[in-house]
């Protein structure tokens, strides 16, 4: 199909630029939400476009539950219950994180935590009312739209990668049309839950959730602001 260069000059303009730019960079995770509904037909626009995201060989390795009202209720209630009932163990189907931390790592995980945490006035060492914060993902921090994101066990790294890129169009989509997210690896811990509720197979890994509605820009949690590391700290080039 010849592309027509008249649109490669006009996506290719600063003022595009811009715009695109101004998306991405106002995009983080926000951590409360306003009970303000969202259409289905602005998430069906969402997910239809962040199905471009490329993945090898067209393979589109996503699947999405959009879920509200009573079913996200529900689930959050079961989710809840579990988080606070020590007694049931739950693990995630893989590993998110590394058994331990090395640096950088450790001290930008330390201080997203501490940051977090200084803003709602939890001290270091309260351990109740950190889970009690965590917690709060279950309830999709009041969002009114909850996403479970799940792929096929037997795929492999890559498809994981592609699915990254799923993700962050749907982040980015949403923020185009003014609204916000939160993505939440917490949920896959709770994978059996997930399934009962949602009737999702047990060949289906569950890889996270996300939040998705308008940030209550009010909450003070929502006041969080995490650095990016320079351009120079994290890139090599060569012959440039």
């Known amino acids: 199909m010849e592309i027509d260069p008249g649109r490669q000059r006009r996506l290719g303009d600063g003022e595009t630029a811009d715009v695109v730019d101004a998306v991405i960079n106002s995009r983080k995770s926000f951590r409360r939400f306003l009970d303000r509904p969202v259409e289905r037909r602005v998430i069906e626009q969402i997910l239809q476009v962040s199905g471009r995201a490329p993945s090898g060989t067209n393979m589109q390795p996503w699947h999405v539950n959009v879920i509200a009202g009573k079913t996200k209720r529900d689930l959050s209630a079961a989710l809840l219950e579990a988080h606070h009932n020590a ?23 330390k201080k997203v935590g ?49 699915y990254g890129m799923f993700l962050q169009n749907i982040m980015i989509a949403a923020r185009a049309r003014g609204l916000d997210t939160c993505p939440q690896a917490a949920f896959a811990k709770y994978h059996r839950i997930i399934r009962d509720h949602l009737d999702i197979a047990t060949d289906q890994i569950v890889v ?21 590391q320079p351009v120079g700290e994290f890139t090599r080039f060569f012959d440039l």
């Not at 945490?117 to 921090?141: A, C, P, S, W």
């Not at 996270?208 to 990016?228: F, P, W």
Request: proline fraction near 3%; include cysteine; aromatic fraction near 12%.
């Open 87 to 109: 007694a049931e163990q739950h693990e995630s189907d893989y590993s998110y994180y590394p058994d331990s931390f090395s640096e950088p790592y450790r001290s930008r995980r």
């Open 114 to 162: 501490l940051d977090l945490y200084g803003l709602l006035g939890i001290e270091k060492g309260d351990v109740e009312k950190m889970k009690t914060q965590h917690g709060r993902n279950f309830m999709f921090f009041d969002a009114p739209i909850g996403l479970i994101f799940t792929i096929d066990r037997e795929l492999k790294i890559g498809s994981w990668l592609d």
């Open 208 to 228: 996270c959730g996300m939040s998705l509605g308008y940030a209550d820009l009010t909450a003070v949690e929502n006041h969080l602001e995490t650095q990016r």
